[in-house]
């Protein structure tokens, strides 16, 4: 019973923060999700406690937006290529490769940050886009398959394809939910992603609408480039942390 409570109470803060973040910043739910579970489970455990926050949050994203067929089309190479780049991971993060799989979940978090906290901005011409949107998507589907998270190389890719700031949520919105679902035909091939997770998949999105409400809230008072630096520098932290806790 004590040890059910811990691992509920774990659950709530971790997607209370990650809720928090996304409300402050428009995105970072399953990184920072991913990046403090992975503290106490394995990034599978974790990203099947993902599913359920992430289809919701994401979809809500993806249908906020009026261009949702356009950026459909420009976008189905790179999201087919997530699918299948995802699919040809199977097995990267179960077994025996679950202690690389937190090795390079540490490796993926110190990357993102790194890019965030440099401001590090890629441009993308129109001529390359048709055949690097699936070598990107493949690439992100791998990574996936072995993290968990997919922020490395999608989310800059995306930003790098000179969509206007609405038009970029809903891009985001349709890659995570489409990500998510790649990566739940996985976790279902693995058994993490059972109707027995409903009571914990609940309270981690109940959390992270709280914290998304907090966020939101919050994001009045304090500035927004104060808050992604703090966000970044722990995300770093974190990563470094998960990186390099297993050879100490």
């Known amino acids: 019973m004590q040890e059910s409570f811990y691992s509920f109470a774990i659950i709530g803060v971790a997607f209370v923060l990650a809720g928090f973040v996304k409300g402050m910043l428009g995105m970072g739910l399953p990184t920072v999700a991913l990046g ?9 455990q974790a990203a099947a406690l993902l599913v359920l926050p992430s289809i919701v949050t994401n979809t809500w994203q993806l249908l906020a937006g009026p261009s949702f067929g356009q950026i459909f089309r420009r976008l189905w ?3 087919f290529a997530i699918c299948a780049g995802t699919w040809m991971g199977y097995g990267l993060m179960n077994g025996p490769n679950a202690h690389y799989a937190a090795i390079a979940l540490g490796i993926i978090l110190v990357v993102y940050s790194l890019l965030g906290l440099f401001a590090v901005q890629f441009s993308v011409p129109p001529h390359v886009e048709k055949w690097l949107s699936p070598v990107m998507g493949l690439a992100s589907g791998v990574v996936a398959a072995a993290t968990g998270l997919f922020a490395v190389p999608g989310i800059p890719y995306l930003q790098a394809l000179g969509f206007n700031r609405d038009d970029l949520i809903q891009a985001l919105g349709l890659f995570f939910s489409l990500s998510t679902f790649a990566l739940s035909v996985n976790l279902v091939r693995d058994g993490f992603l059972q109707f027995s997770m409903w ?10 609408g709280i914290g998304m409400a907090l966020g939101t809230w919050m994001r009045e008072w304090v500035s927004a480039r104060v808050f992604r630096t703090c966000f970044f520098v722990g995300m770093l932290a974190l990563g470094i942390h998960l990186a390099v806790r297993d050879f100490l």
């Open 36 to 44: 403090f579970l992975t503290v106490v489970m394995t990034p599978l």
């Open 77 to 79: 190479l790179f999201l």
């Open 199 to 208: 009571h914990a998949s609940v309270i981690a999105l109940g959390a992270a």
